[in-house]
């Protein structure tokens, strides 16, 4: 009978932001036996795991892991790892210290037990049983210098456990969604339609700018055409095809060419006045090796290509290329670049340097850049039935860690978006989560337009 409480479980899935309710009992060391090969028999090659361990004073705390546990006699790095305490002393003292970064988190050794830390932070099984949470070993210490057993922190505190239990994890896609950790208000539709309809580019009486200009790239169908569809919606009350979508078929891609779409609200849509929006979305061919390489994207950021250029057929964009604009003005340049990838395609190495090498080049130009990853209801079922949820899954944050660190785009800068796909009519919390971005996504052309301004102070005289 499993001795962790259902409250332990709740607690324990929110600091890893994997949503379960019920794991799976690996290792019981009262009923498995108190040796490591009874733990490696039980835990090794199980994936995400976490133990819980229940000493004499009635103490309860353990250790959080997404790497397998093996017996190779190395330690492995984990990013994800975390300590925790639940209680301390018989009182609820909930408490999660995070990695110190030194990678040495978890320590696989046959002759061991669960062994976090290089040291070490916990050790259950082969020297001790000890914890010494220092802040050297591995893990952070706790800001009152006790270690998470609720005893005073010495050198290599020894314990006595009464009881410890190992779980796999496993996300339950019927656990309670979490709070989430971006707000959105999903009753702001009014709200973001008028900021839509009054927007204007910051300066851009003084720049000659008449709308700001944002461009799109992304791997074939992962959704550039169908987010400009889902704002055209918005404009036209119904749900808009402006933009073809889909692939032509394998990896190749539907868009062919360089499209520059404005938006021409229809006068019934509430909030919306009868004129084009001051914004532009470009859209281009999906990146694939086979097409034009991020180095062309230069021409397209400066505003050198015009509307309907045929990226397929002109795959090497010169000066030379037909319709090439020499010297083209501010207000045909590209003033926020959006790169698009699938959730699933996060940990894809050649998507990520992509999108590094696009970012930089967009950089060199004061150009910031944004990304969206898309079709996370397939990952996340219940979003595709309710988009509200779209952040209450942490796991999202990972990725967004991960997409972060390799891009070297900051987080804020980094959106989580469901975009339509089978619905017949508009969502209204499709339509805010799209607006939303958007905002943001102006904002940062708006942000763009500040610095040509700090640098060129005289167009402002």
């Known amino acids: 009978m499993p001795k962790t409480t259902e409250a332990d479980f709740a607690q324990i899935s929110k600091w890893s932001g994997i949503r379960f309710t019920h794991p799976k009992l690996l290792w019981d060391s009262e009923v498995?036996?108190?040796?490591?090969?009874?733990?490696?028999?039980?835990?090794?090659?199980?994936?995400?795991?976490?133990?819980?361990?229940q000493t004499n004073n009635d103490s309860k705390f353990g250790g959080y892991t997404t790497e397998n546990w093996v017996a190779s006699g190395a330690y492995k790095a984990d990013p994800n790892a975390f300590l925790f305490c639940l209680t301390r002393n018989g009182q609820p003292s909930p408490l999660k210290l995070a990695r110190t970064g030194n990678n040495n988190d978890i320590y696989c050794h046959a002759n061991y037990g669960p062994t976090f830390g290089n040291g070490h932070d916990i050790v259950l099984i082969g020297t001790g049983p000890y914890v010494h949470n220092s802040g050297t070993h591995g893990f952070q210490k706790p800001a009152n210098g006790d270690s998470i057993c609720g005893l005073a922190l010495g050198q290599n505190t020894p314990i006595q456990f009464t009881w410890a239990e190992c779980y796999s994890v496993v996300e339950d896609p019927d656990a309670v969604p979490?709070?989430?950790?971006?707000?959105?208000?999903?009753?702001?539709?009014?709200?973001?339609?008028?900021?839509?309809?009054s927007y204007k580019p910051l300066f851009g009486d003084k720049c000659a700018v008449p709308r700001s200009n944002i461009l799109f790239m992304g791997s074939p169908g992962v959704g550039k055409s169908s987010f400009i569809n889902a704002v055209d919606g918005v404009c036209k009350g119904r749900p808009s095809t402006l933009c073809p979508t889909g692939r032509g078929g394998g990896l190749t891609t539907y868009t062919e060419q360089l499209r520059k779409y404005i938006f021409?609200?229809?006068?019934?849509?509430?909030?919306?006045?009868?004129?084009?929006?001051?914004?532009?979305?470009?859209?281009?061919?999906?990146?694939?090796?086979?097409?034009?390489?991020?180095?062309?994207?230069?021409?397209?950021?400066?505003?050198?290509?015009?509307?309907?250029?045929?990226?397929?057929?002109?795959?090497?964009i010169t000066p030379r290329s037909p319709g090439f604009v020499a010297q083209p003005t501010l207000a045909q340049q590209v003033h926020h670049l959006v790169l698009l990838v699938a959730?699933?395609?996060?940990?894809?190495?050649?998507?990520?340097?992509?999108?590094?090498?696009?970012?930089?080049?967009?950089?060199?130009?004061?150009?910031?850049?944004?990304i969206i990853l898309t079709r996370v209801d397939e990952r996340w079922k219940d979003v595709?039935?309710?988009?509200?949820?779209?952040?209450?899954?942490?796991?999202?944050?990972?990725?967004?860690?991960?997409?972060?660190?390799?891009?070297?785009?900051?987080?804020?800068?980094?959106?989580?978006?469901?975009?339509?796909?089978?619905e017949q009519h508009l969502d209204s919390n499709i339509d805010v989560l799209t607006m939303f971005i958007l905002k943001r996504l102006l904002e940062s052309c708006d942000d763009f337009f500040n610095d040509y301004v700090q640098q060129n102070p005289g167009v402002l005289e």
């Open 384 to 422: 595709g039935e309710d988009v509200s949820r779209i952040y209450t899954h942490e796991e999202g944050k990972k990725f967004i860690n991960t997409v972060a660190n390799a891009t070297a785009v900051t987080e804020g800068s980094i959106f989580l978006l469901k975009n339509y796909s089978s």
């Open 178 to 197: 979490m709070e989430p950790w971006v707000k959105i208000n999903w009753n702001g539709r009014e709200e973001l339609i008028q900021f839509l309809s």
């Open 32 to 53: 498995h036996g108190r040796t490591a090969a009874s733990f490696h028999t039980n835990c090794d090659n199980k994936g995400p795991t976490f133990l819980v361990v």
């Open 264 to 316: 021409i609200p229809t006068p019934a849509v509430k909030g919306f006045k009868d004129k084009p929006l001051n914004f532009s979305i470009w859209d281009t061919m999906g990146w694939h090796p086979e097409f034009y390489a991020s180095g062309e994207l230069g021409y397209i950021l400066d505003g050198n290509i015009p509307d309907k250029f045929n990226l397929a057929q002109n795959k090497t």
């Open 343 to 370: 959730l699933s395609d996060c940990d894809d190495a050649d998507v990520l340097a992509r999108m590094r090498n696009c970012a930089t080049t967009a950089r060199a130009r004061d150009v910031r850049t944004s």
